[in-house]
């Protein structure tokens, strides 16, 4: 799990903050995503990005906004959520997008909304 | 609609049984199948894929996958299981067409628990 790295790995929020969700992949891959893993429910895909390019909005409400300064980093920008947004934020990066290619996760950051 | 099925919640083995966790898809196309494991507090961790080729692949921790195109499955397996193999099993379908975006379809995934 070295390869891909999140932080916080515990995020405790209020509906009105503001927060921000970091990933890094030391792989270099050039293909980055972000997953959100809920209780009893399927992984969810919400964004990708491929060389910086955002290329998948997964129908994400506007309450999540993505950043890709670069191939190696992501960000999650996180603000007015709600309670059922609280979830397990996996991030994950592959050598490119698409193609057999599989996918390297993250540990994941746990996201709790009161 | 495209989706991935595994179709129990939990499976129970003893250690040294062998192993069966199911998956079902449903995807216009060939697919690329995945399996992954994830540990307690872990992220997802790649198991093994079928592209194309030989039915039967091998990938870590000595588990294996049959693709069955007939069936629309492939299923988990491991001849002799153990303990440490308990854990939350994903299968996963890149959606056909998905080329630019690698999109992955998963499973509600299946816990594994081996007992001694």
């Known amino acids: 799990e070295t390869g891909v790295t999140q932080t916080p790995r515990h995020l405790v929020m209020g509906m009105t903050n503001k927060k921000s969700l970091k990933c890094e992949q030391h792989?270099?891959?050039?293909?980055m995503y972000w997953y959100k893993q809920s209780a009893k429910k399927p992984l969810e895909l919400m964004f990708v990005?491929?060389?910086?390019?955002?290329?998948e909005n997964n129908s994400v409400p506007s309450r999540f906004s993505p950043e890709c300064p670069n191939s190696s980093h992501l960000f999650l920008h996180l603000h007015t959520l709600q309670p059922e947004d609280s979830a397990l934020y996996l991030c994950?990066?592959?050598?490119?997008?698409?193609?057999?290619?599989?996918?390297?996760f993250g540990p994941g950051t746990r996201l709790t909304v009161l | 609609a495209q989706s991935v099925a595994q179709p129990e919640d939990q499976v129970n083995v003893a250690e040294g049984n062998p192993l069966t966790v199911k998956c079902t898809y449903s995807?216009?196309?060939?697919?690329?199948l995945f399996w992954y494991v994830q540990y307690p507090n872990r992220g997802l961790q790649f198991l093994l894929k079928?592209?194309?080729?030989?039915?039967l692949v091998k990938g870590s921790y000595g588990f294996e996958a049959e693709f069955n195109k007939s069936q629309t499955s492939f299923h988990l397996k491991k001849p002799s299981a153990l303990v440490s193999d308990s854990a939350l099993y994903f299968c996963?379908?890149?959606?056909?067409?998905?080329?630019?975006?690698?999109?992955?379809?998963f499973g509600q995934g299946t816990t594994l628990q081996v007992k001694p």
């Open positions: 994950a990066s592959s050598p490119v997008a698409g193609g057999g290619n599989e996918q390297f």
């Open positions: 792989l270099g891959h050039n293909a």
């Open positions: 990005y491929s060389l910086e390019e955002r290329v």
């Open positions: 995807v216009s196309g060939n697919p690329y």
């Open positions: 079928y592209i194309t080729g030989d039915n």
């Open positions: 996963a379908v890149r959606v056909p067409g998905s080329s630019n975006t690698g999109k992955l379809i």
